[in-house]
């Protein structure tokens, strides 16, 4: 197995951990509302908690990515946020620490998928990097379908403390795996030790086949298809008002608005509404989120196999994503508001998965105008836009159930406005979202046609 993808997976498994803790909150809601005797609101407020540093953690972690190796930054967010977990573990632990264990869990969160795809992109050529954003992704979804079951098996015979203790526990030997075999990527810019200073990256000495695969020699020939004629910056305001960044950015906070709505609200929706109990909802949100994986897996395997082609793509990336997440909200709408189970359970195993794609082409498009330096920091910038997309959609669903005059039609008046966003997001980004358009007009060479350079294997 080469090196790039045996990151790759390892990368797949710390997403899978990093869902997890945020379906955990979900799952034990109806149990966590009756023992603290809470609201609908207030529980979409301990949700929301969790998005209250996310995002601005997002934006400044990434902004170290030029400071500090990527490998080391997910070790330490990794064993933060799984300590942030075992604290519920304690009895007389209150809605007040659930409070700030999930503040610091997602300003612990927050920078964990930026920095986990710039580091994955330092293992890939441009030409090359659809299929393992993807896979990356795809643990958001397995994380979800995996937990589901899991921790619904947990909740129902330990208790819904030992929910949270279990993602904790996964996320420490999640650490333990990456410090043994973590390593930056041939294609990994170097860290700047100083303002304005690059400094050569040491080899790890502990690692011969790292330490070879960083010799200026083995790194040549993967630089020249990355950076050959490739500014070293170029001014970040120009990348960030672009029109694929706004609109790549607006998708993705629809997409994770709809998916966060899915976390936090699907388990409750279909206990209260639908009327199934706790396993019989727990596992159609494990369904759910393996119908998001095999879209997301669907679409990098196409895109994939698109880049090898010598034939231009009929569509433009963020066309063809934005029509995918139009086709979702209209999905959405039709969700929230039929009673026939044989609509409403296809429209979430099926088209409503389509809003995913938006995040795997996103985060794409968003590398496609950085150059490689910047990378890091427009892919935190880009997860502070979306991430706002988990803060608000709690708050805003939570106050519209509580205060409609049924909990059904709240929620009807919450999946309508869950799906129009998405419409209108789609729209904007089949329209806009022009990736490549905008790198030529940012001074940014095209990848390199028919040498794709391959990572090494390890031996």
């Avoid at 015979?157 to 650490?175: E, N």
Wanted: with cysteine; proline share 7%.
């Amino acid at each position: 197995m080469s090196r790039a993808w045996r990151t790759t997976w390892l990368l797949l498994a710390f997403m899978l951990v990093n869902f997890a803790d945020k379906a955990v909150l979900g799952l034990a809601g109806p149990e966590i509302r009756a023992d603290f005797g809470i609201t609908r609101q207030e529980f979409g407020t301990a949700q929301s908690a969790f998005f209250a540093l996310f995002s601005l953690a997002a934006l400044g972690v990434s902004a170290l990515t030029r400071r500090v190796r990527t490998t080391t930054l997910l070790l330490v967010l990794a064993l933060l946020w799984s300590v942030a977990q075992l604290p519920m573990l304690w009895g007389a632990a209150g809605f007040g620490t659930l409070l700030a264990t999930r503040v610091l869990l997602g300003a612990a969160e927050g920078p964990a998928a930026p920095v986990a795809m710039h580091h994955v992109h330092g293992w890939f050529p441009q030409r090359e990097r659809s299929l393992p954003t993807a896979v990356l992704l795809v643990g958001a979804a397995a994380g979800v379908a995996v937990a589901a079951p899991v921790l619904t098996w947990v909740i129902t015979h330990w208790g819904w403390r030992w929910s949270f203790g279990a993602v904790g526990l996964a996320g420490l030997l999640w650490a333990v795996c990456w410090r043994l075999w973590g390593a930056d990527g041939p294609l990994a810019p170097a860290v700047t030790r100083k303002p304005h200073e690059a400094a050569e990256r040491a080899p790890d000495a502990r690692n011969p086949s790292e330490a070879a695969e960083q010799t200026p020699a083995a790194r040549k020939p993967y630089e020249a298809a990355e950076q050959t004629s490739m500014p070293g910056t170029v001014p970040l305001r120009a990348i960030l008002l672009s029109g694929t960044f706004l609109t790549a950015a607006f998708g993705s906070f629809a997409a994770y608005w709809s998916m966060s709505t899915m976390l936090t609200w699907a388990p409750d929706y279909l206990e209260s509404v639908v009327g199934w109990d706790l396993h019989q909802a727990g596992a159609m949100v494990g369904l759910g989120a393996l119908a998001n994986g095999a879209v997301l897996l669907g679409h990098g395997l196409i895109a994939q196999r698109s880049a090898h082609k010598d034939t231009p793509r009929r569509l433009p990336p963020g066309a063809g994503a934005g029509l995918l997440v139009t086709v979702a909200g209209c999905a959405t709408a039709l969700y929230g508001t039929t009673d026939t189970l044989a609509v409403k359970v296809p429209m979430m195993l099926g088209p409503m998965a389509l809003a995913m794609v938006m995040l795997t082409v996103a985060s794409t498009a968003c590398a496609r105008i950085a150059p490689p330096a910047q990378r890091g920091v427009v892919l935190g910038a880009l997860t502070f836009v979306y991430a706002l997309g988990g803060t608000l959609s709690p708050l805003v669903l939570g106050g519209m159930v509580d205060r409609a005059r049924t909990v059904s039609a709240g929620y009807e008046e919450g999946w309508l406005l869950t799906a129009g966003l998405l419409v209108t997001a789609g729209v904007l980004a089949a329209l806009f979202c022009r990736p490549e358009t905008t790198a030529r007009r940012l001074g940014l060479p095209e990848p390199a046609a028919g040498s794709t350079p391959q990572v090494p294997v390890a031996h």
